[in-house]
C-alpha cells in the first residue's frame, strides 16, 4: 500500500505544473502527501478495525474517513468530497470522480480472492463515489492490485482489464501531448494502469505516470499501489518516503503492514524480483521518531532477507519476463511477421526456450496478436 502513497508524493508537486518527461528528481523537498495518502490510510485503518465478514466495512470507511481526513483540512479535497467529509449526515453523491480509484489500494492488499477485491472495493466506495462509473474505476485498481500481489503476469492482468473494465488499446507515448488534467476514473484510470504495464520496476512505474501530464499525484498514486503489488518498493525509496507522513498517518501505515506485510523490491539480474516481508517482523513505536526509526531498520532487515535468494530467476520469473517480452514485440509487429522475430529467440538454451515458445503459444491462443499499428 506504501506504493500508493509513494506516487502520491512524488507526484504532489507536478500536479498544478505538469512535467511531460520521466526526467525529474524523485523525491525532494517540494513534496508532500495529499488527499490521495490520507484516504488511502483512512481506509486501511476502516479495513483494520472491521469484521471478518466485511459486514461493517462500509460503515467504518465512514467513520474513518472523517475521523482521519478531518485532521488534514486542506490537503486537497475535492469541492462535494469536503462537504462530504463535514457532514454530520454524510451520503453518496452519484460521482464519478478519480478520488474512488486513488484511495482503494487497502482493498487489493487485504482481499484473500478476486471476488473478495471486488467487494472490499465496492463496500468502501459506494458511500461515496456511487456512479457505476465511480465503483468501475475503484474496482479495476484493487482487482489489478490482487492480481499483481498474487502472480498476475502484467500481460494477464492487461487483459483482465481490457476484457472487464477498460480498453487498453493505446500507448503512453500516443497521449503524452494531448492528456490533460481529468479527474474522472474514466479518463484517469486507465492511464494510471497503462503507466504500470509499460514499466519495468516500481521507479520507472512512478515516472511513466508521472510523465503525461493530468492529475498527476492521483495517477501516480493509483499506478505506484499496483507497480508495489507487482514489483515491491525499493528499500530506499521505501525510507525517504516514511519521513513524509506524521504521526497519525504512520500509525496507520505501520498497522496495515503489520497485518498484510509489504513488499520489497529486489533486483536480481536487472530483473525485479517481489520480496514479501515476513509475518514475524513488525513495526512499532509511541512516537513518530521511534515508529520510522523502527520501520526503517524493519525495511534494512528486509533486504538482508533478500540477499539469501539464489542469484538468479525462478522459472516462474523467467516465464514471465518472456511472456512479456512477447508482448512488448507484439504492439508494433504485423502478425504474419512476428514468428520471424521470435523464432531465432528460441536458440536459447533449454528451459528458456521452452518458455518463450508456451509464451508464444499463449500469446496465439488468447488471440493477443493486434494487426499492424495497433496499441
Not at 471486488?118 to 465511480?134: A, C, D, F, W, Y
Request: overall charge negative; proline content about 4%.
Amino acid at each position: 500500500m506504501i506504493g500508493s502513497i509513494i506516487g502520491d508524493i512524488v507526484g504532489s508537486r507536478f500536479e498544478l505544473n505538469n512535467n511531460k518527461s520521466k526526467d525529474f528528481e524523485f523525491l525532494t523537498y517540494k513534496c508532500f502527501p495529499t488527499d490521495d495518502s490520507v484516504m488511502t490510510l483512512a481506509l486501511a485503518q476502516a479495513i483494520l478495525v472491521s469484521k471478518r465478514d466485511h459486514s461493517d466495512l462500509s460503515k467504518n470507511a465512514v467513520e474513518s474517513m472523517q475521523s482521519v481526513g478531518r485532521n488534514y483540512p486542506d490537503c486537497g479535497y475535492g469541492g462535494e468530497f469536503h462537504k462530504w467529509l463535514f457532514s454530520d449526515n454524510p451520503q453518496p453523491y452519484n460521482s464519478y470522480g478519480n478520488g474512488a480509484a486513488m484511495r482503494v489500494s487497502a482493498a487489493g492488499y487485504a482481499a484473500d480472492s478476486l471476488d473478495e477485491a471486488k467487494e472490499l472495493s465496492r463496500k468502501i466506495t459506494e458511500v461515496t463515489h456511487n456512479h457505476p462509473e465511480g465503483i468501475k474505476g475503484a474496482e479495476a485498481v484493487a482487482v489489478a492490485i490482487y492480481m499483481a500481489r498474487t502472480g498476475s503476469s502484467i500481460l494477464e492482468i492487461r487483459d483482465y482489464i481490457d476484457k472487464n473494465y477498460y480498453p487498453m488499446n493505446f500507448t503512453l507515448d500516443a497521449i503524452r501531448a494531448t492528456y490533460k488534467f481529468n479527474e474522472t476514473c474514466q479518463e484517469t484510470v486507465p492511464q494510471a494502469l497503462m503507466a504500470f504495464f509499460e514499466s519495468t520496476d516500481f521507479e520507472d512505474a512512478i515516472r511513466n505516470a508521472i510523465s503525461i501530464g493530468g492529475d498527476s499525484d492521483t495517477l501516480a498514486a493509483i499506478c505506484g499501489g499496483v507497480a508495489e503489488a507487482y514489483y515491491g518498493v525499493p528499500a530506499a525509496i521505501r525510507k525517504h518516503a516514511l519521513t513524509f507522513l506524521d504521526k497519525q498517518l504512520l500509525s496507520i501505515l505501520v498497522a496495515f503492514e503489520n497485518k498484510y506485510p509489504p513488499v520489497m523490491e529486489k533486483k536480481i539480474n536487472d530483473v525485479s524480483v517481489p520480496v514479501e516481508r515476513k509475518n514475524s517482523r513488525k513495526v512499532d513505536g509511541i512516537d513518530r521518531e521511534t515508529i520510522i526509526e523502527n520501520a526503517v531498520q524493519a525495511a534494512d532487515n528486509d533486504v538482508e532477507d533478500s540477499e539469501l535468494l539464489p542469484e538468479e530467476t525462478t522459472s516462474k520469473k523467467l516465464f514471465n519476463h518472456l511472456f512479456e517480452a512477447c508482448n512488448i514485440l507484439r504492439g508494433p509487429i504485423n502478425q504474419d511477421e512476428y514468428k520471424s522475430y521470435v523464432t531465432p529467440i528460441l536458440f536459447f538454451h533449454g528451459n528458456a526456450a521452452f518458455c518463450l515458445l508456451h509464451a508464444f503459444c499463449m500469446l496465439r491462443r488468447r488471440v493477443l496478436l493486434p494487426a499492424a499499428g495497433a496499441g
